[in-house]
């Protein structure tokens, strides 16, 4: 079964920022999202391994 796609506002909840943050820093940052039409959407597996490895990236 495939992950469901959520919203940038689910997004934000999931990791405590607010969804203007979000739509602000998600290209900038190279969060991984999906565009789909005008929407942009996120898997949050995907996004908990993108926070993951910018902790591996400060730890050093």
């Known amino acids: 079964m495939r992950e469901p796609f959520v919203s940038p506002a ?13 739509y602000n820093n998600a290209e900038r940052l190279g969060i991984p999202r999906y565009r789909l039409g005008k929407q942009l959407r996120f898997r949050l597996s995907e996004v908990d391994a993108w926070l ?3 902790s591996e990236g400060t730890a050093a």
């Open 52 to 54: 993951a490895q910018q």
């Open 10 to 22: 689910a997004v934000g909840e999931h990791i405590g920022k607010p969804v203007s943050w979000i």
